[in-house]
């Protein structure tokens, strides 16, 4: 059953802040539900061409190219640390420590390119 909580988001914390200092992006980490640790992307000197967006961790290879992809790569990484992911399709299984979600921008606001 995926779990997250406050503790773990600040075990985590100082190594996805490092990744975005590293990039030059402001952000923001929270918890929601008990079981996702989401980062919301605000502003800073990764161009990813659109002003929102809900990044799909599975297809960022895919998806993104040079910076951009650097840096989602690494902050996925970095809120994946100590995670496992036990799921079984042919069962039906899933079995995740707990689910990440990265957000562009937000709902309200834009995500700004600085120089």
Do not use: C
């Not at 909580?5 to 990039?23: F, G, S, W």
């Not at 995670?83 to 990265?102: E, F």
């Amino acid at each position: 059953m995926a779990y997250m909580n406050q503790d773990k988001k600040r075990e985590l914390a100082p190594a996805i802040k490092k990744v975005l200092k590293k990039y030059g992006v402001k952000g923001t980490l929270a918890v929601r539900h008990h079981s996702t640790l989401v980062v919301n992307l605000k502003s800073g000197k990764v161009n990813f061409g659109i002003d929102r967006a809900q990044v799909n961790p599975y297809w960022i290879k895919e998806h993104w190219e040079g910076d951009a992809q650097s840096f989602l790569m690494e902050l996925k990484d970095a809120m994946m640390t100590g995670n496992h992911d036990r799921s079984d399709i042919q069962t039906d299984l899933v079995d995740v420590g707990w689910y990440i979600k990265i957000n562009i921008g937000r709902n309200s606001s834009k995500y700004h390119v600085t120089d």
